[in-house]
């Protein structure tokens, strides 16, 4: 929402529409100066370009600070993005503007500005806009926006104001990118040759003092902190794969004095070079890296339970020291971590191309309930209901494929959320690595969870980043899971384990187990749609969420849930059973009931995320459009339902014919995607199965099978006798009331006589 106040009528406009202002304000405008911290080349194409004969931005780099070097070497690499749109689209309106000077790119070199300036003008009037918004889409038309809006002719001296306020910022930056410097990139013979040229350029922007030339100032005091703080492996481990580049993209530049390194002949290419993977900088053996000892891999800290209480300890052993989990979380305090929770939760709706809210508001829950989930089991098992302590998940799986933001959920947030310090990755546990390791990595990954799962004490979730799918499928994980699932001895305090896996369908690496036994023990949040928008836009939200991401929301809840527990009153006994989440969403919302943000959040609250209702639907409306109907899907009434008979040659359709993706193997994926609790099919033998054809639609949301049938020869057939019966009926009707009114005259006559 836009709020700009129109400074010349002492009027603010709400609900504002940024041109729509801008149009009614100024007429034929034909230059456009501004200063945004971001923006992107998607909007400056499709949303200046078209308004404006010459344009010019300055854009922001990141504030000074020990973390902001690497983000700054990041951002200025991003020239290479703009340098490659501009090989690859030479007839681009973005291109062409650049190559003829109407569009000048700069960026801030020295003092690091925030500034959100615009001036707009014609040959002699001009609308000069002041505030937050910056010049994005995501900015425009769904963030929460001031301007100050003022205007008039040229000749009015606040005119000459706003002129010098952009100069001003002008002075302080250089190019971003030039006619000369795009010119001069293209000419490269390829993209590789391309990206060592932008990066060489880059790196001769960049100077470690103000010597007044148009160059990019590096500080070397905040050069030496940013190596100090990220010296070790420990440290690069907590960043994303991202920083970590931007980390050794720095390091390497940089001698550890701060200062730029003065050979500079294969600077560029090293750069451009660079992976994701960062070698240890550190002296270590070759063997450094082999985990000895499995307490390594448990959280850190760790969370234990004890007479009603949460302590925390620095990992889990003896004689460690024990501190109380306490929270002092009120007020406006509480209100941003709530608000920060709905971010998190609308981040993952809005921004997808379908959303995924739903999901990301349960797996916050779950984490945050996770310490008490044993005490839930427990209730579920004692309690005279049909509810049983498997019905509570063991742990919770973020699948989909990639670049949906699962690790960004599962891993980031959620360490940060809970203040957890080594949010694993599956590679740790792969045996060479791991002293103790077994066969292979998904045998050692059950093999820590197991240890871990038993442990006394510990309530911590452990986090395992980008889990192969199929260690659901294997024997020993199916046991290890039904073991402590189903052991009645296991009373006491218990962890829980969360993962997040990347699946590709038809990659045999990529199956995960649907059997439902399996699915009411690990709880399954699916994550496939990708997101939408500018990426500079959700790089910026992101970024926002990270950095204000905080464990302080989460202690807060355990505290609340320790009250909440310590006396459980009947009615929530039963609230509990019918919502194994139900303590988290209490005490949830009473804090948001607190200041009237319960609405933003709602609808997620209402019931929990189902993924057997998901999991296949898109697979079997596929399968059933590409059946043939009398061969593959006959119709038929069982016991006056119209149901379909789904053969095993349908199958073979969608088969690869190797040994784990037969058609009998398929058949049988596909008899498991069909949820218990829409009654839809009972069995399946060798040569495929029946389903109620009314509910399996309705668990399509669609009338996908009723218009197989309707269009089907069965259906036409069964309305060719249903006519003709009815009108044997009709007939029968008639004739027996014909021969009533033959009796009824012959009984009259004879009276008549």
Known sequence: MLEILDYQQQALVTDADFWEFVDHHITGPTEFSGVSFVSSIKFIEEELLPRFAKVTLILGLTDNGADSVGKRMRQLTDRTAVAQYGYEHPESEFTKRVLDSSLRLFFTKQELIHTKAYLITNENSFLALTGSMNLTKQALNRNVEQLVADYGAKAMPMYQC?????????????????AKQL??????????????????????????????????????????????????????????????????????????????????????????????????????QADGDKITREEDLFPKPVIYWNRGQLYEAPRIGDNVDLSLITSDLTGDDLQRELQ?????????????????????????????????????????????????????????????QGRTGKSTLGKRLAAKLTGSRNFLDAGVFDPRSYALGKANTNMTMTTVLENYMYSEGPVSPMMIDDVSPN??????????IKDVSNGRNLTRPLPSFIFTMNRQEGDSQSQFSIKPEMMRRLWYLSFESTFSGEDDEREAVLNDLLSRANDQLFLYCQVELAKFFGAVSAEDEGRIEKDFLYPIKHVLKQALDQFDMYDQVADYFAD???????????????????????????????????????NKQLFNKVSDNTSKNNGSMMMHRYFQYLPRKYHISYQYTS???????????????SDTLRQRYESSQAAQTARQQDNQARLTEAITKLTEATQQNQKKRGLFGWLRK
């Open 471 to 480: 260690l659901t499928t294997r024997n020993y994980f199916d046991k290890f």
């Open 608 to 646: 929990n995320y189902d993924y057997s209702l998901f999991v296949g639907r898109n697979d079997w409306t596929m399968l059933v459009n590409q059946a043939q109907v009398g061969t593959d899907i006959a119709f038929i009434k069982q016991e006056g339902r119209l149901c379909a008979q789904i």
């Open 340 to 400: 920060l929770f709905a971010d998190i939760v609308h981040e993952y709706d809005n921004y997808k191309e379908v959303g995924e809210g739903w999901q990301a508001c349960d797996f916050i829950c779950y984490l945050f309930e996770a310490p008490w989930l044993w005490q839930v089991r427990n209730m579920y098992e004692y309690s005279t209901s049909s509810k049983s302590r498997e019905d509570v998940p063991l742990g919770i799986a973020l699948i989909g």
């Open 687 to 701: 040569t495929g199965f029946i389903v109620d054809v009314a509910n399996f639609d309705k668990w399509l949301n």
């Open 162 to 178: 706003y002129r010098q306020l952009l100069a001003a910022n002008r002075d302080r930056a250089t190019d971003f990118i030039n």
């Open 183 to 284: 010119a001069g990139f293209m000419k490269a013979k390829n993209a590789d040759q391309l990206a060592v040229n932008v990066y060489t350029d880059t790196v001769n922007l960049i100077k470690s003092k103000d010597d007044g030339s148009d160059a990019v100032v590096i500080p070397p005091a905040e050069v030496k902190k940013f190596r100090a703080k990220y010296q070790s492996d420990d440290q690069l481990k907590t960043l994303s794969a991202a920083d970590k580049v931007s980390v050794a993209q720095t390091v390497k530049l940089f001698g550890p004095g701060g200062y730029k390194k003065r050979n500079l002949d294969q600077v560029g290419h090293e750069l451009y070079s660079l992976t994701q993977v960062v070698k240890r900088e550190t002296a270590a």
